[in-house]
C-alpha cells in the first residue's frame, strides 16, 4: 500500500500515510503551509485509496494538527 496524495476542499494538497491500522499521518505537500496532522482511519476502511475525497476530507477535518508528545515512561531509565 502505498501514499496516496489527495487536493481538499481549499485546495492544499496532502500525502496520506499509513503507518497503521490506527493512525493515518496527512503530511502537506507542494505549496501547502499546513502543519503535519495525525489521525485516526475510519473503521470501515484501511486503505486510503478506497475513500472518496469527501471521505478523506471528512478524515482531515477530524484531525488534531500534530501529534501530541509522549509522556516519558517513570520505568525508563
Known amino acids: 500500500m502505498g501514499d496516496r496524495r489527495f487536493a481538499d476542499t481549499e485546495g492544499k494538497r496532502w500525502d496520506v500515510v499509513v503507518r497503521g491500522r490506527s493512525e493515518?499521518?496527512?503530511?502537506?505537500?507542494?505549496?501547502?503551509?499546513?502543519p503535519r496532522r495525525t489521525c485516526t482511519p475510519p473503521g470501515y476502511e484501511r486503505d486510503p485509496f478506497e475513500l472518496s475525497i469527501e471521505e478523506l476530507q471528512h478524515v482531515l477535518d477530524g484531525s488534531k494538527g500534530q501529534?501530541?508528545?509522549?509522556k516519558k515512561s517513570p520505568f525508563a531509565d
Open 24 to 34: 493515518w499521518v496527512f503530511e502537506p505537500v507542494e505549496d501547502n503551509p499546513g
Open 67 to 70: 501529534a501530541a508528545p509522549r
